[in-house]
């Protein structure tokens, strides 16, 4: 068995089902692991990128959410 070369350390969904229910979803991944694999730049760097990543991602969720609450608003009226 050869071993794996990448790994994802970050993913975000968007999912919609036959009911009308939109959902996100983001993962992340615990890097505390990989740090003897990197140099102490790399590690940090890596450290760096997720934690902007989960920012942006945390602030896209958000976004929809505000929108489609405003719609459900708006409906309504």
Do not use: C, P, Q, W
């Amino acid at each position: 068995m050869s071993k794996r070369k990448e790994a994802t350390l970050i993913s975000y969904k968007l999912l919609y089902d036959r009911y009308g229910k939109l959902v996100t979803e983001r993962t992340t991944t615990d890097i505390s692991s990989l740090e003897k694999f990197l140099t102490t730049e790399e590690f940090i760097n890596l450290k760096t990128i997720l934690r902007e990543a989960t920012t942006k991602l945390d602030s896209i969720h958000s976004y929809i959410e505000t929108h489609l609450n405003a719609r459900i608003m708006k409906d309504f009226k």
